[in-house]
């Protein structure tokens, strides 16, 4: 029998337990954490070879929240900020991509991984989806259609730029069932948009979400706070601008500063100075928070907020939660049964394994019988509260007194707070949930297997220069 108790009083004795459990800041919208790289420590490495026992086990799994993502790897423009961009639009390339699409999804359901399953959320994402023309648009909805069984209530979700989503291919998108498009605006201020690498100007923009949510479908957009020349004000004037558009969903993102980003590289050359501290980019956030709630927007999570009822960015809850995710295309990675994969990186090689009946997988790992109880537990600090009373069906410990010295410590720092045997995250615990969700996940893994051993200390190391590598 494990002893909980024993084996989590190995984290609170760290020696360094004090810094990762988080400290006052300078000020009071600041908490100071010591970063903390979490990497699962009982996952077993796979070669991607065992791919073939994954799909033939996931295909006799009884029916679980299952959602389907397609990866399409190719944009037109690349914004500064990103470090993903991979493939410029070609339209012979996106073609063939394409083809492979549709063989893999043909192979996928004559190996049975759709026979139990019904898919609660299919999400186009990239990339840039919008890249594809309506006919390809098209051939893809419906061969989703054909080989897999949607939820009478399936949300799907497509991924767009602002500049070329045509009429036609907003037409092809909902014929095919699409009913939530998702758009990286990121900033609405014309010439703030310009400096990421983004054309379109404000008036552009605000038109085409208002174009399509006239089509009485879910319109989300994605906004990035922290940019260089952004200010709390012009943060708070996009939000307004979004409502007013009539969009029913929105994601808020803190800048990520990518080292091989056009953006970080210029940082690192001195040739822009970036001046936002964590003081500046909680308070824009705080800030947002507030607005957001005053104009009535339900929060869904620490970064999404919600101004339609049906809105329930459902792909990205399942994602979180430990759902079975099955992906199509090259460079993406997802979760079936007790198994996590990641698909070839390389888009030549992933098009070739395709289209001769092979599911592309570069590597893989299997998860033990604690999978679910830690994916829920991160899940439920993504959403922004805690309901310990949840986790029962997944483990017999009491999960609200383990963690107790944390719960304790994030009350004092004003990061959350307890109704009803439940915590809710103040608006300051949203803006730090990122590392609080590291550390609760280590501590819950003291709590199940005890402090890590030599051997296993060395193995998560490397997985995590592996995992971080670019």
């Known amino acids: ?67 389907l993502y397609l990866h399409i790897p190719f ?31 043909d192979f996928l359901q004559q190996q049975g991984v759709f026979a139990k399953q019904r898919a609660e959320a299919v999400f186009f994402g990239g990339g840039t989806p919008s890249v594809l023309n309506p006919a390809q648009i098209s051939a893809l909805l419906n061969k989703i259609h054909s080989v897999a069984s949607l939820a009478d209530d399936c949300e799907v979700t497509f991924e767009s730029s602002i500049y070329d989503l045509s009429a036609d291919k907003l037409d092809a998108c909902i014929a095919g069932g699409v009913n939530r498009f998702s758009f990286g605006v990121q900033a609405f201020d014309t010439h703030l948009r310009r400096s990421l690498g983004r054309l379109n100007a404000k008036e552009e923009v605000t038109a085409k979400l208002e174009e399509v949510a006239a089509k009485d479908v879910k319109v989300i957009i994605d906004l990035i706070y922290g940019l260089n020349g952004q200010t709390q004000a012009m943060l708070l004037d996009d939000i307004r601008t979004a409502l007013a558009c009539g969009v029913s969903g929105m994601d808020l993102y803190k800048l990520q500063i990518m080292p091989k980003s056009p953006l970080g590289q210029a940082i690192a050359k001195g040739n822009i100075k970036y001046d936002y501290n964590d003081r500046m980019l909680a308070e824009m956030f705080i800030a947002a928070d507030a607005l957001l709630a005053e104009q009535g927007a339900k929060a869904l999570s620490c970064c999404h907020w919600a101004m339609r009822e049906d809105e329930r960015s459902g792909y990205n809850t399942l994602v979180k939660s430990g759902a079975n995710i099955i992906t199509c295309g090259a460079a993406c990675g997802g979760h079936m049964g007790m198994y996590n994969y990641m698909k070839t990186m390389d888009r030549s090689d992933y098009v070739k394994k395709a289209t001769s009946g092979q599911y592309a997988v570069m590597g893989m790992g299997k998860h033990n019988e604690n999978y679910l109880l ?11 509260r805690f309901d ?13 007194s383990l963690l107790a010295p944390l719960l304790e410590q994030w009350e004092l720092l004003d990061l959350l707070y307890a109704v009803d045997g439940k915590y809710y995250f103040t608006a300051k615990g949203k803006y730090y949930y990122r590392q609080m969700d590291r550390v609760l996940l280590t501590a819950a893994e003291y709590a199940l297997y005890g402090k890590p051993g030599l051997m296993e200390q060395a193995g998560q190391k490397m997985m995590g220069i592996m995992k971080n590598m670019k």
């Open 1 to 67: 029998m494990i002893d909980y108790a024993k084996n989590i009083q190995a984290f609170y004795e760290r020696d360094d337990y004090k810094a990762l459990a988080g400290q006052p800041g300078a000020t009071a919208v600041e908490a100071s954490f010591k970063d903390l790289t979490y990497v699962p420590r009982k996952t077993k490495p796979l070669p991607g070879m065992m791919a073939g026992t994954m799909l033939q086990e996931f295909a006799l799994q009884p029916a679980q929240p299952t959602a």
């Open 388 to 400: 310990f009373a949840l986790l029962k069906q997944y483990s017999d410990a009491d999960w609200e």
């Open 75 to 105: 944009c037109n423009l690349r914004c500064s900020y990103c470090s993903f961009y991979r493939n410029p639009f070609d339209a012979e390339q996106v073609e063939e991509y394409v083809q492979a699409l549709l063989a893999e999804l």
């Open 374 to 384: 830690l994916e829920k537990l991160s899940g439920q600090c993504d959403s922004g």
